[in-house]
């Protein structure tokens, strides 16, 4: 699975509301118009407790929110968040381990959530054996 792969299966994984926006790549707005997240690979690593080729992925995901109002960005992101938090439980491919509240910008409420995935070598179409006649 390549970079690019893994970034739009995370896309397609999460269960993000229809009306966010997903950026699935290292680029900021400038401006926010809409809930925005933003994927960002960010490190591959060997998982050495499985078979060779399985490889974990880290991903930062930044959730930004468009309101200007402080309070009400963070009542409208905090729910948002858990809410996904809590879709992620249980995948098999898919985890996290934290996530930060921070301002984007200086200007925008956000929660960076760090996410890695799984994912292993696809196994090569065996060959059919071949009937020897003796």
């Given at each position: 699975m390549s970079d690019e792969s893994v970034r739009h299966y995370l896309a397609a994984e999460l269960a993000l509301p229809a009306?966010?926006?997903?950026?699935?790549?290292?680029?900021?707005p400038e401006t926010i118009a809409k809930t925005t997240v933003v994927l960002q690979h960010t490190?591959?690593?060997?998982?050495?407790?499985?078979?060779?080729?399985?490889?974990?992925?880290t991903i930062e995901l930044s959730?930004?929110?468009?309101?200007?109002d402080i309070a009400k960005a963070e009542d409208a992101l905090d729910d948002a968040l858990v809410t996904l938090i809590?879709?992620?439980d249980?995948?098999?491919?898919i985890n996290?381990?934290?996530?930060?509240k921070t301002m984007h910008r200086d200007t925008y409420v956000a929660w960076n959530l760090t996410l890695t995935v799984i994912t292993s070598t696809p196994e090569p179409d065996e060959e059919p054996d071949e009937e020897t006649e003796e």
């Open positions: 009306d966010w926006a997903v950026i699935p790549e290292q680029r900021f490190r591959i690593e060997k998982l050495p407790e499985a078979p060779i080729g399985h490889l974990r992925h959730v930004i929110d468009p309101r200007q809590q879709s992620l249980g995948h098999p491919a996290w381990t934290g996530a930060e």
